[in-house]
């Protein structure tokens, strides 16, 4: 909780920041390109705490993120040049992250994600189907209900200006969202199965999220859900990612 | 036009339509299975005009609607017991669509697109950042824009509760979308590159969403996303998904 309103003391325009999107131009991945010193590094943009932190978390699982630059920019200041600049040469919607190669960029969490497993070719599972499944059913549903939350809970409600059938609305489909995942984690440790993979840097943002938000009004229901959140908690790359505003390298 | 408001009358709760959801538990594709008789058919649940059709238009492209079973779903009447069991047994959201197998449910477009591209080996282009980029982009950002807008001018401009604000907001956004999506065709056939790929059935139908909407309001002004739209409207399987309600098998 702390971590989040210290972030949003003083901001607004959120729904650019928690945007998850992406973007690019023509290119070959270069696979198993690790550390080839002949190819440019990799710019990461970030802003910690915001989504980009499934990129940087997956960095570290991947024992990768000295092939990246990262770059933290404040796009909540969107009266900054630099804002403005990153909206121009790289993000349309000024959102975080973005991962810019020559003449590659992507601007969604949830592709940068896929890209960044797949050129590792680590931390996917065998099943695609399974990955593409909570990938898109996280970035594209869950994402989207959790920034409407987001937004009642930490600007809304604070100037008396929340819409209660928006958060009652919003919080039926977490709590469809959540259930599902309750199925899909039974006898499971991760989430497509007993193996870390790609899958749970984007999902475990969500649940992270979720505890951070009001008390963990949302998730505190789900025993579940927290302890699938303790799992990913207690991972090194986890802590190392959250431990501090700016990532330590 | 005609055939959005032929699906909208009497219809709320919109949101839960053209949604693009997800869900599945433990499998392995069958790679390169087609026409496999010791395989049950899977199950792709639809409804017409909604984002099922991107499913139904790539498995049209891949030549594989035979291998599914097709089942028409009326999720805008929540009451009924069809949509009631297919909650309970199929789908936590009531949505379309939805690609069952015995042990594997599918529940969001962009997962549903990729995992068919990806089990016949088809429509796939060889660059798969750019690929991630765009399927995620579109089902993230453009899906959820474009759901507000439709909301926004079909239901609420209707009965006087339309949201300026948010309908300013979401054409501003649509619009980024729109800029970024002129500058990723420049000298292109299809999204991905000269050859059409699963990302155009993805994005095909937002664009296709769009010229819908308002006699195209969104989309007017961008001819080269007018033209793109054209080309994939000349497509065949573009022509059999659309022309009738049930799609023709």
């Given at each position: 909780m702390e971590q989040l309103q210290k972030f949003v003391s003083n901001k607004f325009t959120l729904t650019l920041c928690f945007g998850g999107i992406s973007a690019l131009t023509a290119f070959t991945i270069l696979r198993n390109k690790k550390g080839n010193?002949?190819?440019?590094?990799?710019?990461?943009?970030?802003?910690?705490v915001f989504r980009s932190n499934r990129c940087i978390w997956l960095l570290r699982e991947l024992n990768a993120v000295e092939d990246y630059e990262l770059i933290d920019v404040d796009v909540w200041d969107k009266t900054s040049n630099e804002s403005?600049?990153?909206?121009?040469?790289?993000?349309?919607?000024?959102?975080?992250?973005?991962?810019?190669y020559d003449d590659l960029t992507l601007l969604e969490s949830g592709a940068i994600?896929?890209?960044?497993?797949?050129?590792?070719?680590?931390?996917?599972?065998?099943?695609?189907g399974d990955l593409y499944n909570i990938m898109f059913y996280v970035c594209a549903t869950l994402d989207e209900v959790q920034e409407k939350l987001f937004v009642q809970?930490?600007?809304?409600?604070?100037?008396?200006?929340?819409?209660?059938n928006e958060i009652e609305h919003a919080t039926q489909k977490f709590n469809?969202?959540?259930?599902?995942?309750?199925?899909?984690?039974?006898g499971?440790?991760?989430?497509?199965?007993?193996?870390?993979?790609?899958?749970?840097?984007?999902?475990g943002y969500n649940m992270w999220w979720a505890s951070e938000m009001k008390e963990g009004i949302l998730i505190q229901k789900y025993p579940e859900l927290l302890s699938y959140l303790e799992r990913l908690k207690s991972r090194p790359a986890f802590q190392q990612t959250w431990k501090s505003s700016k990532p330590v390298m």
């Open positions: 010193n002949s190819q440019k590094k990799g710019k990461l943009y970030f802003h910690s403005k600049s990153y909206t121009e040469t790289v993000h349309p919607h000024t959102t975080v992250p973005a991962l810019q994600c896929m890209h960044l497993a797949e050129k590792y070719h680590s931390l996917i599972p065998t099943d695609l809970f930490f600007f809304n409600e604070k100037n008396g200006t929340e819409d209660k469809a969202c959540a259930k599902y995942l309750v199925t899909r984690l039974r499971k440790e991760y989430i497509c199965g007993d193996k870390f993979s790609v899958a749970d840097c984007v999902l």
